[in-house]
């Protein structure tokens, strides 16, 4: 699972779309929590994010939302930015 973009103790990841199926998401690890998220609506599809780390990730979701988007369609993964 590719590592797009890591801040604050936050490590964000997607899926290969041969493993995986649904809406475009991706996975956020901080510490000992998880969340899935949605990338067109920024909610968390699953997971218990604590509501600061979840609020930093829906953010950086949103600032990135496009190229999130274009890279689950395209399975062309990058690094990204962290959120500042």
């Known amino acids: 699972m590719p590592v797009l973009a890591r801040f604050y103790g936050i490590v964000i990841k997607?899926?290969?779309l041969g493993r995986e199926h649904g809406i475009a998401h991706?996975?956020?690890i901080y510490g000992e929590y998880a969340g899935v998220i949605d990338v067109s609506s920024?909610?968390?599809l699953?997971?218990?994010l604590p509501d600061k780390a979840l609020s930093m990730v829906?953010?950086?979701t949103a600032i990135n939302r496009e190229t999130l988007l274009d890279m689950w369609e395209t399975q062309k993964f990058r690094q990204l930015p962290p959120l500042e």
Do not use: K, P, V
Request: with cysteine; aromatic share 14%; net charge negative.
């Open 58 to 60: 829906q953010e950086w």
């Open 46 to 48: 699953e997971g218990d």
């Open 14 to 16: 997607m899926y290969l």
């Open 26 to 28: 991706i996975h956020a």
């Open 42 to 44: 920024c909610n968390m």
